[in-house]
């Protein structure tokens, strides 16, 4: 880990009002979240096609990183681009790379934390991929198959119902604490704590 680059976390997901509250967003609700945390708002970036926030997560003076948080606003399929321009002016390790992003093969609401891997069919992953490679961390939020016969594209680009938004702030906080978890205690900490 390079002591003075900051971390970059990017919550995935797709720009506009229309898409705010779509399974796939996830990743941004949970960038929304540590925004406000973090007591800043996102600026359009000079150097990238996203939004981003530049501040500290954790406890001030005992145990706070520099972070970089990030919202592409290409779509989700072309989400690489935006953030291989931003670890590259920001200058972030790959070990240093966390991204948020909908799970399919999860049950809703559970929580994964690893480090590399496939892309699983997930257009935002396999866009990263292919512009940084597979070794970044990952916070896996469950969302569950789609019902019945429904088509997996239809499934992700809808709300959540109402029973899972039931539940939804609480899922989206615990993904934002497994974030810090990950930045501040580390990879195998984290996953001990957050890997239900």
């Given at each position: 880990m390079?002591?003075?680059?900051?971390?970059l976390?990017v919550g995935?997901?797709?720009?506009?009002?229309?898409y705010a509250?779509?399974r796939?967003?996830v990743?941004f609700?949970?960038?929304?979240?540590l925004?406000?945390?973090?007591g800043?708002?996102?600026?359009?970036a000079?150097?990238a096609?996203a939004?981003?926030?530049?501040g500290?997560l954790g406890?001030?003076?005992?145990?706070?990183r520099r972070?970089v948080l990030a919202?592409?606003?290409?779509?989700m399929?072309?989400s690489g681009?935006?953030?291989?321009?931003l670890s590259?002016?920001?200058?972030?390790p790959?070990?240093?790379?966390?991204?948020v992003?909908?799970?399919?093969?999860?049950?809703?609401?559970?929580?994964r934390?690893?480090?590399?891997?496939g892309?699983n069919?997930?257009?935002?992953?396999?866009?990263?991929?292919k512009t940084l490679?597979?070794?970044?961390l990952?916070?896996?939020?469950?969302?569950?198959?789609?019902?019945g016969r429904?088509?997996?594209a239809?499934?992700?680009?809808?709300?959540f119902?109402?029973?899972e938004?039931?539940?939804?702030d609480y899922f989206?906080?615990?993904?934002?604490?497994?974030?810090?978890?990950?930045?501040?205690?580390?990879?195998?900490?984290?996953q001990?704590?957050?890997?239900?």
């Open positions: 390079s002591s003075d680059a900051p971390w976390i995935l997901g797709n720009p506009g009002p229309g509250a779509n796939h967003n990743g609700m949970v960038a929304d979240l925004a406000g945390r973090m800043g708002s996102f600026k359009r000079q150097k096609q939004q981003v926030l530049e500290r406890v001030p003076g005992v145990s706070s972070v919202k592409p606003m290409s779509y399929n072309l681009g935006p953030v291989a321009a590259g002016f920001y200058k972030v790959l070990g240093q790379v966390v991204v992003h909908d799970e399919l093969d999860i049950d809703y609401g559970t929580l934390l690893k480090l590399g891997g892309d069919g997930h257009n935002g992953l396999k866009s990263l991929s490679g597979r070794e970044y990952r916070v896996r939020f469950g969302i569950g198959r789609p019902p429904m088509e997996v239809d499934f992700v680009l809808k709300d119902s109402s029973a938004r039931k539940e939804l989206v906080d615990r993904a934002a604490d497994a974030v810090e978890a990950l930045v501040i205690d580390g990879l195998e900490r984290a001990n704590t957050y890997n239900s």
